[in-house]
Structure formats: C-alpha cells, structure tokens
C-alpha cells in the first residue's frame, strides 16, 4: 500500500510539474538565443545542440563554414576540435590495438600504402602518437629520424 501511494504522489507531482517544466524549456529557449545572439567581438559560429535523454529539446544553427564564400553552415557539418581530437584519435587506435588490429610497432606503410615517401617504412604508430617519427608534411623529407627528437604537432593526427 506504500508503494502505490508513493506512486501516485510521484505521478501527481510530475502532473503538477509538467506546466512548469514547459515553462523553462521555453525559458531555456529565450535565454540561448539571448545569449548566442548578444553582441560580441567575435559573433558565435557553430551549431547548438541541447538534448535530455536523447531528445532534442533546442536546435539552432548560426554562421558559416566557409567565411570567404559565405557557404553557411548546416547542423550536419563536422567541426575540429583541435587538440582534442588527438586524444580520441590515440584511445581508437589503442583500442585496435587490443583487438589486434594494429601493431604500434609496425610501419605505418602498412596502414597507410598510399604514402610513397621512403620515410614512411621507418615511421611506426607509436612514434605517430608519442611525436617521435619527424614527419612535418607528407610532401617533405623528415625533419628529424625518428625517435632522436619529439616535435608536437597536427600532422600526426591526420596521418
């Protein structure tokens, strides 16, 4: 008998409370668009995108994605997130590693046939992710062997 007046409290109240939610999301609503629209230095450019339990509760896109030819953008287009992306990138490739997928020790000509550079028999998948293998553009000779130097960069991620 407990455990039916508990729940019928707790649906009562969510009865109750639904109104009042509507109300903030609304509120919510007002205030992202009060925000994302307010006037700064450097006007927002990207894609908002609030969801609660997988439901989609605010939507908005703002700017462009390409800022020479004014191609706006849509919610669909990719963003780099910099930095960032090299730890993802190193948790995938560590998690193929314990598939058995990839050999840190192994070349990366064996991953990546399309590079025809010479270098690209010495460079390994460890040396990619610790900025070790001195690649600086995969046009160009190495900048150093590897192993004997760390040089951080973005290169390595594309790779």
Do not use: R
């Amino acid at each position: 008998m407990k455990t039916l007046l508990k729940i019928l409290t707790l649906g009562l109240i969510c009865l109750i409370c639904e109104p009042i939610f509507a109300q903030i999301n609304a509120q919510l609503k007002l205030d992202f668009e009060k925000i994302i629209l307010s006037k700064h230095s450097f006007p927002f450019n990207g894609v908002e995108i609030v969801s609660k339990n997988g439901i989609t509760t605010y939507e908005k896109v703002h700017g462009f994605k390409n800022f020479e030819e004014k191609i706006a953008l849509n919610k669909s287009n990719q963003f780099e997130i910099m930095s960032n992306s090299k730890l993802f990138t190193s948790v995938l490739i560590l998690k193929e590693v314990e598939k058995g997928k990839i050999n840190l020790q192994q070349s990366i000509k064996t991953y990546l046939p399309e590079i025809t550079q010479s270098w690209a028999d010495s460079v390994t998948v460890h040396q990619l992710l610790n900025h070790t293998h001195g690649i600086q553009n995969i046009t160009k000779p190495l900048l150093f062997k590897p192993v004997t130097e760390f040089k951080y960069g973005n290169y390595t991620n594309v790779l």
